[in-house]
């Protein structure tokens, strides 16, 4: 980001960059503005605006009460947007016990649940299950990172749903897939 000449301009301009990213931690956004994260707090202090883990917990509460097809606790990350049948996102932070010993990559499979729950999770049905899913990893993920899951339904045919999901961290995109997820409603039979 270019000089900025006044702390007026910079909360400014902090203001539209968490319109744009509600997600940006302090110590990102000091890497933006190129000041310290103790003057990224006194500028959100200043705002009014809550620290990221508060602003993420705002929004959650309102999303998870919206889901039908999937118990809250079984999403993995925290969903913090969704619109039924249309869209959703969700934050994944990644840590050393989810990682490879040798390589300290990110093990596929919390990669893909991630994407999978929030699949799930944006159908407007009571259950819905994966049929198909195309997934493409396109990058490697290692502890530490957080990952922010988009979710957008595609189209709907009778009981059949096409999902994309992309993770993206920082802006670079580390997985994409297609899925096409089946709504069972009045079709479950219990054992």
């Given at each position: 980001m270019g000089r900025i000449s006044s702390k007026k301009e910079r909360q400014n301009h902090?203001?539209?960059?968490l319109q744009e990213d509600p997600f940006l931690t302090d110590e990102e956004l000091a890497e933006i503005f190129n000041v310290s994260v103790p003057t990224i707090r006194l500028?959100?202090?200043?705002?009014?605006?809550?620290?990221?883990?508060?602003?993420?917990?705002?929004?959650?509460?309102?999303?998870?009460?919206?889901?039908?097809?999937i118990q809250s606790k079984e999403i993995v990350g925290e969903l913090v947007d969704i619109n039924l049948g249309k869209s959703g996102i969700s934050i994944f932070e990644t840590d050393e016990s989810m990682v490879f010993e040798k390589t300290k990559i990110v093990r596929g499979h919390f990669i893909y649940s991630l994407a999978e729950t929030l699949a799930i999770a944006v159908i407007d049905a009571q259950v819905a299950l994966i049929g198909v899913a195309n997934i493409k990893y396109k990058s490697?993920?290692?502890?530490?990172?957080?990952?922010?899951?988009?979710?957008?339904?595609?189209?709907?045919?009778?009981?059949?749903?096409?999902?994309?999901?992309?993770?993206?961290?920082?802006?670079?995109?580390?997985?994409?897939?297609?899925?096409?997820?089946?709504?069972?409603?009045?079709?479950?039979?219990r054992r």
């Amino acid at each position: 980001m270019g000089r900025i000449s006044s702390k007026k301009e910079r909360q400014n301009h902090l203001l539209e960059q968490l319109q744009e990213d509600p997600f940006l931690t302090d110590e990102e956004l000091a890497e933006i503005f190129n000041v310290s994260v103790p003057t990224i707090r006194l500028d959100r202090l200043e705002l009014g605006i809550p620290e990221l883990r508060e602003r993420i917990k705002n929004v959650a509460e309102n999303s998870y009460n919206k889901v039908k097809s999937i118990q809250s606790k079984e999403i993995v990350g925290e969903l913090v947007d969704i619109n039924l049948g249309k869209s959703g996102i969700s934050i994944f932070e990644t840590d050393e016990s989810m990682v490879f010993e040798k390589t300290k990559i990110v093990r596929g499979h919390f990669i893909y649940s991630l994407a999978e729950t929030l699949a799930i999770a944006v159908i407007d049905a009571q259950v819905a299950l994966i049929g198909v899913a195309n997934i493409k990893y396109k990058s490697p993920v290692y502890a530490g990172t957080k990952l922010i899951a988009k979710a957008e339904v595609i189209r709907i045919r009778e009981n059949k749903y096409i999902v994309w999901v992309k993770i993206k961290e920082k802006q670079i995109e580390v997985f994409r897939g297609k899925f096409i997820l089946v709504s069972l409603n009045g079709e479950i039979k219990r054992r």
